[in-house]
């Protein structure tokens, strides 16, 4: 079992910037890809990007050039550095692991996704 603990979410106005974090702890070693997710009020829950265990990353066109997720191996942890943050941001950002398959797989069955973290809440004002 992973463990994930996400921080570094805050309250922004629209063009700034954060960096969250995600913690992971426990049975890494058969993690082979990490992603980021995020969730508006009254919305379902949105992929934003993807980190895979060859150092790939792909990202949701609506993110595309603003985001970037990169990895502290000596930490364990996952970044996503988040720029020109604009208010349709907003919402709950996620991490999740998958354990023994890649990312291109994982985006054909997010139920491989079976950890999760407890969120942490991004809001960008206007």
């Known amino acids: 079992q992973v463990q994930l603990v996400e921080s570094g979410g805050g309250s922004v106005q629209a063009g700034g910037s954060l960096r969250l974090a995600c913690a992971a702890s426990g049975d890494t070693y058969s993690t082979t890809c990490m992603a980021w997710f995020r969730q508006a009020p009254g919305k379902e829950r949105e992929w934003v990007g993807t980190f895979d265990s060859d150092g790939s990353i792909t990202f949701a066109d609506s993110v595309k050039g603003r985001f970037n997720i990169s990895q502290d191996n000596a930490k364990n942890t996952l970044y996503l550095q988040m720029d020109s943050l604009k208010p349709e941001d907003t919402g709950t950002y996620y991490c999740?692991?998958?354990?023994?398959?890649?990312?291109?797989?994982?985006?054909?069955?997010?139920?491989?996704?079976?950890?999760w973290g407890q969120g942490t809440q991004v809001t960008v004002s206007s």
């Open positions: 999740a692991a998958a354990d023994e398959v890649r990312c291109t797989a994982a985006a054909l069955a997010p139920y491989l996704y079976t950890n």
